[in-house]
């Protein structure tokens, strides 16, 4: 099966039903086939934590199941990826920078569904190769007037539950964010 591809500017709805959605580089997942071998590698916390402290995987992570809109966002050195005016009025919180290094792509989708190999309902972002800093944002989308239908659905154009920009790592940035959960806790 291979992922949908993610067009430029239109989020993508992903799902999960174990917690957590996680942006991952899937040649680092070829071993990954079956329950078996993913149990291997991402059972426990620890094993999670190991493949965010080596780039191979990004949570998006607020602790719950449910479908969301996901838009994944690349830049270059020239021109940066970055948050939209309109996008930035309804920004909740942003992560600290995790660590991301590319082959050449990255799929998104629910831990659950982290492999080598695409199933249905992930999303593929072409990533340049190298290393990357990745910052993820929610958004509150029901927030801008007009974004849902009656039955509290995002409507087309709504803005996503998260956006997720992806630039090239500067020089001398070695300090990544490696915690499961993507955004710190409030201390209130």
Do not use: C, K
Not at 23 to 41: G, H, I, K, N, S
Not at 72 to 93: C, F, I, Y
Not at 134 to 139: E, G, R, T
């Amino acid at each position: 099966m291979t992922a949908q591809q993610a067009l430029d500017g239109v989020p993508a709805t992903v799902a999960t039903d174990a917690g957590m959605l996680v942006l991952w580089d899937p040649q680092r997942f070829e071993a990954v086939v079956d329950y078996d071998t993913w149990e291997d590698e991402l059972l426990e916390e620890g094993d999670i934590v190991r493949h965010i402290q080596a780039g191979a995987l990004v949570p998006l992570n607020v602790g719950g199941d449910g479908a969301f809109g996901v838009l994944v966002r690349s830049g270059t050195v020239a021109a940066p990826a970055g948050l939209t005016e309109r996008e930035t009025a309804h920004q909740l919180v942003a992560s600290q920078p995790y660590l991301f290094v590319s082959r050449g792509r990255a799929f998104v989708g629910g831990v659950e569904d982290v492999r080598g190999d695409a199933s249905a309902g992930v999303i593929e972002h072409l990533v340049p190769e190298g290393r990357h800093s990745v910052v993820v944002h929610l958004i509150d989308w029901q927030a801008e007037a007009g974004s849902q239908d009656v039955a509290g659905r995002p409507v087309p154009g709504a803005l996503p539950d998260f956006l997720v920009l992806i630039n090239p790592a500067q020089p001398g940035q070695d300090a990544f964010r490696t915690a499961v959960s993507t955004f710190e806790a409030s201390n209130g």
